[in-house]
């Protein structure tokens, strides 16, 4: 009997060092299904309206090089202006806001279609979807210090974030969209193809269809490389974590991917879950090498390419990124014990990013209710099931994206 256990407490083993690993943030899949009572038709404005979250449209001057503010500071802030009634500390239904008006007058762009829709009232036009320069401050640390991961900033020294965000201090790391002015010729509205990697796009034959867009999102092991004609060639915007982006060159280099798409137009996109992020961030935008954490000593230029500069770096903001896990994309996982690993999937943020920077949006490669007929990437040797894991929530995103195209605010590529 001992004999026969010895393998099967091995075989135990071994699978419990692999779970662990897949939910440290291997690569991006999720379980679960929704929280119906954040997705309220009467939304908290950033939270309550009697005490609101500090704006970071205000400049506050430079960000204080000094000590962070101490933990009671941080502590004092849970159960205040970023929970409700009723709400965990975690959640945070409470976002700063910022003023900036719209790059066009598009007549019937996603955000005139927004009122007449069934999100009108989860979405908020003036959430700050990337942060830079102005928002390390004192005050924003604090809002932000009880939330974990990409939801805000806690686990991050005060000097960490405010060294890389001192980095993305120019105005093309406050918009999405820098250049549209270049680019905009006689056009009114703004249209952009949003292109995740799944396996509905093989033999679609949509390539120039993406690549006449004005703006092409992409994200992590996004390979261009004998698959044009499926998915095009050109890449604005390349949205990753630095996790991610180190994940897809171990698990996708067999397949081809050497690292993130690397041309003139292109912009690179953080999705901060770590300090790591805030360290590589830093260290691309000053032509350094990384100075700390897991990448210490990596230079930057071999992910970004040698003629990377801080005006092709943006990062996403964790007030956006919570704010789409709460608004948007609230899994049953958030009242399970992993509810502090749970965020919505890179291509996720990407793709709400785009439903909220541009005026019309095409999304391709994305889940559909058809998914099992397909592999898991465009441009896997043979077929591969989706895989689903804990930190993200691949079913709840899928009904997101149906529920988004038949509201007309995204045209979702679907094979019959």
């Given at each position: 009997m001992s004999g026969r256990r010895r393998p099967a407490l091995a075989a135990l083993g071994v699978a419990s060092v692999l779970c662990v690993y897949f939910l440290s943030g291997h690569l991006e899949y999720p379980l679960g299904l929704s929280w119906s009572h954040l997705a309220r038709s009467e939304p908290r404005l950033h939270g309550n309206r009697t005490s609101p979250a500090p704006s970071a449209a205000t400049p506050r001057g430079p960000a204080p090089a000094g000590?962070?503010?101490?933990?009671?500071?941080?502590?004092?802030?849970?159960?205040?202006?970023?929970?409700?009634?009723?709400?965990?500390?975690?959640?945070?239904?409470?976002?700063?806001?910022?003023?900036?008006?719209?790059?066009?007058?598009?007549?019937?762009?996603?955000?005139?279609?927004?009122?007449?829709?069934?999100?009108?009232?989860?979405?908020?036009?003036?959430?700050?979807?990337l942060q830079w320069s102005k928002h390390a401050t004192a005050d924003e640390y604090r809002r932000l210090g009880p939330y974990a991961g990409a939801n805000g900033w806690g686990g991050l020294t005060f000097q960490t974030l405010a060294d890389a965000l001192a980095a993305l201090n120019g105005s093309a790391n406050a918009?999405?969209?820098?250049?549209?002015?270049?680019?905009?010729?006689?056009?009114?509205?703004?249209?952009?193809?949003?292109?995740?990697?799944?396996?509905?796009?093989?033999?679609?034959?949509?390539?120039?269809?993406?690549?006449?867009?004005?703006?092409?999102?992409?994200?992590?092991?996004?390979?261009?490389?004998?698959?044009?004609?499926?998915?095009?060639?050109?890449?604005?915007?390349?949205?990753?974590?630095?996790?991610?982006?180190?994940?897809?060159?171990?698990?996708?280099?067999?397949?081809?991917?050497?690292?993130?798409?690397?041309?003139?137009?292109?912009?690179?996109?953080?999705?901060?879950?770590?300090?790591?992020?805030?360290?590589?961030?830093?260290?691309?935008?000053?032509?350094?090498?990384?100075?700390?954490?897991?990448?210490?000593?990596?230079d930057p230029t071999a992910y970004f390419g040698k003629d990377v500069t801080a005006a092709k770096l943006k990062m996403y903001h964790p007030d956006f990124v919570r704010y789409l896990r709460n608004r948007f994309l609230p899994s049953q996982t958030l009242k399970t014990k992993h509810k502090n690993i749970y965020r919505p999937s890179t291509g996720a943020v990407m793709l709400l990013a785009a439903l909220h920077a541009c005026d019309r949006v095409s999304a391709y490669g994305f889940m559909t209710p058809q998914y099992k007929k397909y592999s898991d990437h465009y441009y896997d040797d043979k077929y591969r099931p989706v895989g689903f894991f804990v930190n993200h929530d691949l079913m709840l995103e899928m009904k997101l994206w149906q529920r988004l195209h038949r509201a007309g605010l995204i045209a979702l590529y679907m094979r019959s």
């Open positions: 000590t962070p503010p101490a933990p009671a500071d941080v502590a004092a802030t849970r159960g205040g202006v970023g929970a409700g009634p009723g709400e965990a500390p975690f959640v945070g239904d409470a976002y700063a806001g910022e003023d900036v008006p719209p790059q066009t007058d598009c007549p019937d762009g996603i955000r005139n279609r927004i009122p007449e829709s069934e999100f009108a009232g989860l979405f908020l036009k003036d959430v700050p979807v918009a999405v969209l820098d250049d549209w002015e270049g680019r905009a010729g006689s056009s009114r509205c703004i249209r952009c193809a949003v292109v995740g990697n799944g396996g509905i796009l093989r033999d679609s034959k949509k390539g120039e269809e993406i690549d006449r867009h004005h703006y092409v999102f992409r994200t992590n092991g996004a390979i261009l490389a004998g698959f044009e004609e499926d998915v095009g060639v050109r890449t604005t915007h390349y949205s990753f974590s630095t996790n991610t982006l180190i994940n897809s060159m171990r698990s996708y280099a067999s397949a081809g991917y050497r690292g993130p798409p690397r041309s003139q137009e292109t912009r690179y996109v953080f999705l901060p879950d770590h300090d790591r992020d805030y360290l590589m961030v830093k260290a691309a935008a000053r032509r350094t090498l990384v100075e700390g954490g897991r990448e210490r000593g990596k």
